[in-house]
C-alpha cells in the first residue's frame, strides 16, 4: 500500500470522531511506520486516550489497554501462570500481547511495575518465569502521561522514556475545535469507527521505511543537534544516541507518509522537540523551558 494514502485513510477516519489534534495524529502515525512508541502528554481531558483509541480503531489489529495506578502489579501488564485442575501450567496472558497498546497514564504507576515495560518496549518480548515470547508484529505502545504538577504523579526514569521515539504534548483546543468537538459528542452513538488499514498494510509500511535516504548533510545535522544538548549549560543531561537513531526513523517515517524519498534538514528541525524533550534534564531554565532551550539550540545552529 502507498504509505502517503495509508496516512490519509487513517486521518480522514480519525478526522470523524476527533477535533483538531491534525499534528498530533500525523505523529502517532509516524511513530506507528517506524516501527516506535510514544508518549502523549497533557492534563486530563485534552483526548489523549480519545486520539489513541480512534487511530487503533482504524486498524484492524488487536488493541489492548492499561490503567495506570499506584498499585498496578507486574502481572496485570503482562501477565501469570498458573496451574489448571489437570496439573498443567497455563498462561494467563496479560494486555500487553496486542499489537497496539495503550498505558493510560504511565506516570501514575509503580517502578517495579514500569520496569517490566523495558523488555518489550526495547526487544518485543515478554519473559514470565523461565519462558520468554516474542511479542507478535508490530507492537506499538501509545502511553499517555499527566504533567508533573498533576496530583499523583511520578518522573519516569530517563532509562524508560528514552525507549519512546518521541514524547508529544496535547495541549487544549482552542473555541472553534471545542464547539466542533461539542458536535461530534452530540452524534457520538452514531459514530463508528471503522478500520482503513490492515496490519498486512502496516507491517508492509513499515519495511519501506529504509528506501527513504538520509543525505551526508542531514546526518551531520542531526548529530550536531545531539552533540549541542551535551554542552548546553541550561542541561544536565543531553541525549543519548538513541536519540539520534530516533531522528532518523522518525525522519523517514515523515518523508514516507509525505510521499518523498529522501529527507531534508526542515524534516528534523520539524521533529526536535517530540524526539528531544523526553530526554534532556534540565538545569534551572530561567523560565525558559526546555521547548525554548530546545528551540535556542537550533536557532544557534542556523547560524
Known amino acids: 500500500m502507498d504509505p502517503k494514502e495509508a496516512y490519509e485513510l487513517v486521518s480522514n477516519e480519525a478526522k470523524k470522531h476527533i477535533s483538531g489534534k491534525g499534528d498530533v495524529i500525523k505523529l ?58 489437570e496439573h498443567n501450567v497455563v498462561l494467563k496472558k496479560g494486555p500487553i500481547f496486542n499489537n497496539i497498546l495503550l498505558i493510560d497514564e504511565l506516570n501514575r504507576t ?7 515495560l523495558l523488555e518489550a518496549l526495547e526487544e518485543r518480548q515478554v519473559s514470565i518465569g523461565s519462558s520468554t515470547m516474542p511479542l507478535e508484529k508490530p507492537f506499538i505502545t501509545i502511553a499517555t502521561q499527566n504533567p508533573l504538577n498533576i496530583e499523583g504523579t511520578t518522573s519516569l526514569p530517563k532509562v524508560l522514556s528514552d525507549r519512546f521515539l518521541m514524547r508529544v504534548e496535547v495541549t487544549y483546543p482552542n473555541m472553534e475545535e471545542e464547539q466542533q468537538m ?12 471503522k478500520p482503513v488499514l490492515e ?39 543531553g541525549a543519548s544516541p538513541r536519540a539520534e537513531i530516533s531522528f532518523m526513523r522518525c525522519a523517514k517515517a515523515k518523508a514516507l507518509i509525505e510521499g518523498r524519498k529522501e529527507i531534508t534538514i526542515e524534516d528534523i528541525k520539524s521533529l526536535a522537540r517530540p524526539v528531544l524533550s523526553h530526554r534532556l ?13 530546545i528551540d535556542g539550540i537550533i536557532a544557534t545552529l542556523q547560524k
Not at 182 to 193: G, N, P, Q, S, Y
Request: glycine share 10%; proline share 4%.
Open 28 to 85: 502517532i502515525f509516524i511513530a506507528l511506520v517506524a516501527n516506535g512508541h510514544i508518549l502523549l502528554e497533557g492534563v486530563p481531558g485534552v483526548a489523549k486516550t480519545t486520539i489513541t483509541k480512534t487511530i487503533a480503531g482504524s486498524i484492524n489489529a488487536s488493541f489492548g489497554r492499561i490503567q495506570g495506578m499506584p498499585d498496578l502489579d507486574i502481572r496485570d501488564v503482562i501477565g501469570y501462570t498458573y496451574m489448571d485442575e
Open 281 to 293: 534534564v534540565t538545569r534551572s531554565t530561567g523560565g525558559v523551558g526546555l521547548g525554548g532551550i
Open 182 to 193: 461539542l458536535r461530534i459528542k452530540e452524534k457520538e452513538d452514531d459514530a463508528v469507527i
Open 199 to 237: 496490519k498486512k498494510d502496516i507491517l508492509e509500511i513499515q519495511s519501506m521505511i529504509n528506501t527513504v535516504s538520509m543525505p551526508d548533510n542531514v546526518l551531520e545535522y542531526t548529530t550536531r543537534i545531539v552533540n549541542a544538548t551535551r554542552t548546553d549549560i541550561h542541561l544536565v543531561m
Open 110 to 116: 509503580p517502578p517495579k511495575t514500569t520496569t517490566a
